[in-house]
T-cell receptor
Framework: NAGVTQTPKFQVLKTGQSMTLQCAQD?????MYWYRQDPGMGLRLIYY???????DKGEVPNGYNVSRLNKREFSLRLESAAPSQTSVYFC??????????????FGSGTRLTVV | DAKTTQPTSMDCAEGRAANLPCNHS???????VYWYRQIHSQGPQYIIH???NNETNEMASLIITEDRKSSTLILPHATLRDTAVYYC??????????????FGQGTILTVHP
């Protein structure tokens, strides 16, 4: 089925380790997003990519980097993980067409624990 | 993007209509109202969106007041599987807010047997 695929689904890191969260969509969407969700809170935007080749900071970008590898893939990298980055990470994509104004499609999430 | 206010929690009996309110008194003319829901531990799911006219799809109806300062999401026949956190989001169509969703705390809807 078409959608947004995130890998891995679960990960435990030690403080200071690095890792990359992968996200791929097969809906030919232009825009992709990374959000984090902490217990009892709504989602907060980390980074987004309005189109292939562009990336912009969201609300909470510190400690993260992103790469829009191609139209399908948008990865999120933690260079030196910290316990404060323990969270559930969601990737989303959206068709950028203003007229059509479609809704977003979210992945199933990556649950990251930093110890 | 305009700020939204939703009740923290609501209850609904199975089979009844669930009416979830949202206030967005600072909404501007080009901002859409989106509704998403998040079932425990899953990614948010798009439900419906609208600009100024009422909208209906297979999942729900969206009623937007004439002054656009508030809206109501209606689940016509709630089921136990509709228990989730419901987010009302107002999103601009252009400028620096283009394409970004700002999630608040949402409303926890609990559907009872």
């Amino acid at each position: 089925n078409a959608g947004v695929t995130q890998t891995p689904k679960f990960q435990v890191l030690k403080t200071g380790q690095s890792m990359t969260l992968q996200c791929a969509q097969d809906m030919n969407h232009n825009s992709m997003y990374w959000y984090r969700q902490d217990p009892g809170m709504g989602l907060r935007l980390i980074y987004y990519s309005a189109s292939e080749g562009t990336t912009d900071k969201g609300e909470v970008p510190n400690g993260y980097n992103v790469s829009r590898l191609n139209k399908r893939e948008f990865s999120l990298r933690l260079e030196s993980a910290a316990p404060s980055q323990t969270s559930v990470y969601f990737c989303a994509s959206r068709d950028q067409g203003i007229v059509r104004n479609y809704g977003y499609t979210f992945g199933s999430g990556t649950r990251l624990t930093v110890v | 993007d305009a700020k939204t206010t939703q009740p923290t929690s609501m209850d609904c009996a199975e089979g009844r209509a669930a009416n979830l309110p949202c206030n967005h008194s600072t909404i501007s003319g080009n901002e859409y109202v989106y509704w998403y829901r998040q079932i425990h531990s899953q990614g948010p799911q798009y439900i419906i969106h609208g600009l100024k006219n009422n909208e209906t799809n297979e999942m729900a109806s969206l009623i937007i007041t004439e002054d656009r300062k508030s809206s109501t999401l209606i689940l016509p026949h709630a089921t136990l599987r509709d228990t989730a956190v419901y987010y009302c989001i107002v999103r601009g169509a252009g400028g620096t807010s283009y394409g970004k969703l700002t999630f608040g705390q949402g409303t926890i809807l609990t559907v009872h047997p």
